[in-house]
């Protein structure tokens, strides 16, 4: 089994800051991947940032430049570090560990969610 932990969200006004932490315990070392979603009122969740454990990074096209993705391999941690946050990035932040290979996901944890609001 994996936990997830987040912690970080708030409100904010836009073009702020703020750095959201994901925890990972547990069987961590079925895990290759880990990110960070997100879902606004009335939306879909999305895909906001991925990090293999590799270390190779992947973005959402709207938060490119924006926001960065990183892990703390020690702490068993990833980050999110979100710059210029705009209203539109207002949503429940998820963060996801999985284990997934050649494109399979074999094994996928979700955290409980936390809330970021801008206001602009």
């Known amino acids: 089994q994996v936990q997830l932990v987040e912690s970080g969200g708030g409100l904010v006004r836009a073009g702020g800051s703020l750095r959201l932490s994901c925890a990972a315990s547990?069987?961590?070392?079925?895990?290759?991947?880990m990110g960070w979603y997100r879902q606004a009122p009335g939306k879909q969740r999305e895909s906001v940032a991925v990090?293999?454990?590799?270390?190779?990074?992947d973005y959402a096209d709207s938060v490119k430049g924006r926001f960065t993705i990183s892990r703390d391999n020690a702490e068993n941690t990833v980050y999110l570090q979100m710059n210029s946050l705009k209203p539109e990035d207002t949503a429940v932040y998820y963060c996801?560990?999985?284990?997934?290979?050649?494109?399979?996901?074999?094994?996928?944890?979700w955290g409980q969610g936390t809330l970021v609001t801008v206001s602009s």
């Open positions: 547990g069987s961590i070392g079925s895990i290759n991947e």
């Open positions: 996801n560990a999985r284990r997934v290979v050649v494109g399979t996901i074999y094994l996928e944890v």
């Open positions: 990090i293999t454990s590799g270390g190779r990074t």
